[in-house]
């Protein structure tokens, strides 16, 4: 199996990272976040990519989230674990829960969110916008180890970096969202298009603002409890990745089959070119 991890806020590289295979891809949207390192969990292959680049130079909107799904797609993965910090907008999300979301809002304003922009289209469903056989799986890691978690919810992503306004904060509230972040839209998205299985592991630091009884939320607060919450993390990585031989989700396998509406004989051939690791199959079939 060939597993992914994009490792965001506190999670900047693997243990003992000399022992990796470094690998630099520029893709056709350019460069990654940052190099990704190949190493092995068991008999798996494992590729981490920092999401924030090391040292967490890139700011959410910044991200090039195409090259970073495109590059993975390239290397022939086909299961992502995003690893994210989140807010909590509910009582019950503590600070260092971990939440596993299966739905998402998108509230980005500024970012490219497909790859199917330039001479080609194509509309995958996002109605299941995760791998609920990964997310089971990474719930299963989290019930051996005894970490708590909640199984289930809706991620808003803001763009940010700015925080929450407090009549933000409870505007997502009403919507009956669960926890809030700034990265995982629309990397879910692109990592559906490139159909590949894609979960998070959304680890809670704070109350955002809405909490009367808690400080509006802080960078030193959210590092402080994101430090406690990267230990539990690992541990269920690597739970969950030592022990893994997952059948990929139908509807992710086959996400583009019926979504590309252009026909594949007036696309031009730079456009194909482009997006030859995500449509191969479809050219050749």
Known sequence: ?????????????????????????VTPWGETSSSILKTK????????????????????????????IYALKFLGVDWIISVSAVGSLKEEIVP????????????TKQRKSTFFDEGIVAHVSMAKPISEKLSFHLADACKLLDINFKMGGTYVCIEGPQFSSLAESNFYRSLGADVIGMTNM???????????????LALST????????????????????????????????KTATDDFDLVKDSYIENALKGSIISSLDSIKEDSLEKLSAIIRKYLLS
């Not at 068991?42 to 991200?63: A, K, M, T, W, Y």
């Not at 260092?96 to 509230?107: A, E, N, R, S, T």
């Not at 629309?186 to 979960?199: D, G």
């Not at 607060?221 to 994101?226: A, G, L, W, Y």
């Open 1 to 25: 199996m060939k597993i992914a991890i994009i490792g965001g806020s506190g999670l900047y590289d693997i243990d003992n990272p000399s022992e990796a295979e470094e690998q630099n891809i």
């Open 96 to 107: 260092g829960m971990i939440v596993l979301p299966d739905q998402f809002i998108d509230f």
């Open 186 to 200: 629309p990397e879910a998205k692109l990592a559906r298009e490139a159909e590949i299985c894609y979960s998070t």
């Open 206 to 237: 704070d109350y955002d603002c809405w909490h009367e009884e808690h400080e509006s939320v802080t960078v030193d607060q959210v590092i402080d409890t994101m430090n406690n919450n990267i230990s539990n993390a690992k541990q269920v990585l």
């Open 41 to 68: 969990s068991g008999e798996n292959e494992i590729f981490f990519l920092s999401r924030h680049g090391r040292g967490h130079l890139i700011s959410p909107s910044e991200i090039n989230y195409r090259a970073n």
